[in-house]
């Protein structure tokens, strides 16, 4: 029996997906400073006050609720010392793991710099912008004891590179607190509201 050109390509094809395994990925655009910037509402350095982890209303998905102090707000109103609250699908209750490619991941005790908005249809909670690209760690430099803000983690998705900046962000060596804070608060009063 002898193939056609179309009989083949659409045998192969049957072939390549009965034994192609499953791919689950997560897509992100991939944002720079300006438009990490331009889409927060509020951008601060904070601390992790907690974790916690547990069903919806509903039980019928698992979310975390990370409660965060404000140490600096750079583009925003809140003050220091006041409180926000990130709730993000995902965690572990129960034995029961829920897992969404992307989110950040936080740590009690940890400080961070957060690019943050406010959806309508949460109130009074906020959620990271760009997902895991919206949060860097900040820590405290061992030699001069200056604050060093890390290139933000990829959080296990993978990104779409939008400008040549947005595709250098992972690999950036950590940049001083102050630094990062002049140049944010230079995007702020240049329209990055």
């Not at 583009?75 to 209750?93: D, E, Y």
């Not at 940890?110 to 309508?120: G, I, K, N, Q, V």
């Not at 595709?167 to 060596?173: G, I, V, Y």
Request: aromatic share 6%; proline share 7%; net charge positive.
């Amino acid at each position: 029996m002898r193939f056609s050109r179309r009989q083949f390509a659409m045998l192969a094809s049957v072939v390549g997906l009965a034994i192609a395994s499953p791919a689950w990925a997560t897509l992100v655009l991939a944002l720079d400073l300006p438009a990490l910037v331009k889409r927060a509402e509020q951008v601060s350095v904070v601390d992790v006050v907690s974790v916690k982890v547990g069903w919806n209303e509903e039980h019928d998905r698992i979310v975390t609720t990370v409660d965060l102090a404000v140490v600096d707000c750079w583009k925003g109103s809140a003050a220091p010392a006041s409180r926000v609250q990130v709730v993000q699908p995902g965690g572990t209750v129960d034995g029961l793991t829920m897992r969404v490619e992307g989110l950040p991941r936080f740590s009690p005790g940890e400080r961070a710099l957060l690019f943050l908005r406010f959806p309508r249809e949460t109130p009074g909670r906020a959620s990271v912008v760009g997902m895991a690209q919206g949060k860097r760690a900040v820590r405290r430099e061992a030699a001069s004891g200056r604050w060093m803000v890390s290139a933000p983690e990829r959080g296990g998705a993978d990104y779409v590179q939008t400008t040549p900046a947005s595709a250098t962000q992972w690999s950036a060596p950590p940049r001083p607190l102050g630094d990062l804070r002049t140049e944010v608060r230079a995007l702020v009063a240049g329209g990055g509201r």
